[in-house]
């Protein structure tokens, strides 16, 4: 069959039902609707060059067969060409590409294929999906056999698409960012019948440039690929667009060129920050510990020009917190020291990552920072006899936190009290003291651990029992 062609099963002769007076019926369907389709009454219609298998079943599933279709190809595909030679997506984006194919009647038609799946994925329409980073390769095949290939590079991070004029071009650019640039109103005042648009300075590999329009007469699309930067410098790179126009000199048309030029500097943003740790825990008053960082996701291919960083004590979501303050410190190094008991937090934040508008870091990460603070205090026992004139250090008895040590454990600051000071005394340094006349019986000892817990909490406390013999 041709495209376009039709043919009947149900007319006399192409498909026979028995017996003949049944009064069952019959139920078409199609494989490959693409290539032929079938209607309720078993009228096939050849849509496009390919094979395809028609199924005629009883409805009551007494009987069934199918006939396969063939549709010829009438006219194949001279050439092939796509509209994007090279795309980059981000992970979970997509983008069409386009298939003209030539002469324009032909009846040729393309299947998609990528190479890596687990990359990027097309559809029979073309549209390429990011799924994983890397770089792939998207090719469109005719049934006649001609090919065009797309490269697909997939990044777990893209930029923003730009638009601008050349003499508006800004003078920082940014990785993974797109910059389309139409002609200024002095270019635009040549007529240009064709412009070269070229890096005169800076690394080509670095830089995409595809021209706009025909011979790029109507602007160019510039990608930032990479950046080769160091010492918290971006890259010099110069943009020309040499512009091929006529002029009439003594009535006689002449071609001649210009070239504008456009300095200007890639950089690379942070757009990822993770601290080394993932919390930091403290119990020595002197300890101190040094805050890594890794930036991008740690690829070493793409590390920002600027790799400042901003430190600060704060709450869990980066917000400054001056309570935090006495708890730990932590200084432009990343530098983190304790100060008093308490749980607050650190956050490092990407300096080339703020937002004048928002006054704000786009790019940051938290961290909990802990100074064990006391949960609760006991002793090694509830009570403890003593005789008259005896003493006992009681400090060396404590329990704090079921056994988890303390944040400054040997010098944090107790209270100890007793119930009755007349028979049984304490001193700061939690030593107790039966007096030489006290009177047989059970005295009570309270410790408070004061120094241990963030100013205005509860402060816990714990008691022991002294009983007092002959």
């Known amino acids: 069959m041709k495209a376009g062609e039709t043919y009947d099963l149900s007319s006399d002769g192409n498909m026979s039902v028995e017996p003949s007076d049944t009064n069952d019926t019959v139920v078409y369907a199609s494989d490959n609707k693409s290539v032929a389709t079938v209607t309720t009454g078993g009228v096939i219609t050849a849509v496009r060059p390919g094979d395809a298998v028609i199924t005629a079943s009883a409805f009551a599933g007494t009987g069934r067969d199918s006939i396969k279709i063939h549709v010829d190809l009438q006219k194949p595909a001279e050439t092939i060409t796509l509209s994007e030679d090279e795309i980059n997506l981000s992970i979970g984006s997509t983008k069409k590409i386009e298939a003209v194919l030539t002469p324009e009647d032909t009846d040729d038609y393309v299947v998609w294929t990528a190479s890596g799946s687990a990359v990027a994925t097309v559809d029979e329409g073309g549209n390429v999906k990011g799924v994983g980073e890397g770089t792939t390769t998207v090719t469109a095949t005719t049934i006649s056999g001609k090919s065009a290939s797309c490269v697909v590079n997939v990044q777990s991070h893209t930029g923003e698409i730009i638009e601008c004029t050349f003499d508006k071009l800004p003078k920082k650019l940014y990785k993974y960012n797109t910059y389309k640039i139409s002609l200024s109103n002095a270019m635009k005042r040549l007529s240009p019948e064709k412009i070269e648009w070229k890096l005169s300075v800076g690394t080509a590999d670095n830089i995409k440039l595809t021209p706009i329009g025909q ?135 990407a300096a080339d990552s703020y937002d004048k508008s928002s006054k704000s870091y786009k790019v940051k990460d938290t961290i909990r920072v802990t100074c064990v603070p006391v949960i609760s205090v006991t002793f090694s026992s509830a009570s403890l006899n003593l005789k008259k004139s005896e003493t006992s250090n009681l400090k060396e008895k404590i329990i704090f936190n079921g056994g988890q040590e303390p944040f400054n454990k040997d010098k944090m600051k107790l209270k100890w009290s007793s119930s009755s000071k007349k028979n049984v005394s304490v001193n700061g340094k939690g030593v107790v003291k039966v007096a030489k006349k006290a009177a047989v019986g059970t005295y009570k000892i309270t410790v408070k651990a004061t120094g241990g817990v963030p100013k205005g909490q509860t402060v816990p406390e714990g008691t022991i029992d002294i009983i007092v013999q002959e």
């Open 215 to 349: 011979d790029g007469k109507d602007g160019c699309e510039l990608y930032v690929k990479q950046v080769s930067s160091s010492n918290n410098r971006g890259e010099k790179l110069r943009l020309d667009a040499v512009a091929a126009y006529t002029k009439i000199i003594r009535k006689n048309p002449t071609v001649k060129t210009k070239t504008y030029k456009r300095p200007t500097t890639s950089y690379n943003l942070s757009y990822d920050i993770e601290l080394n740790s993932r919390s930091v825990s403290f119990t020595d008053k002197k300890g101190s510990v040094e805050l890594g960082v890794s930036f991008n996701e740690g690829k070493s291919d793409d590390q920002p020009t600027n790799t400042k960083l901003k430190w600060m004590i704060t709450d869990n979501t980066g917000k400054k917190d001056r309570k935090g303050g006495r708890i730990a410190s932590v200084n432009s190094k990343g530098i983190l020291k304790p100060k008093g008991p308490g749980i607050t937090y650190v956050t490092v934040f």
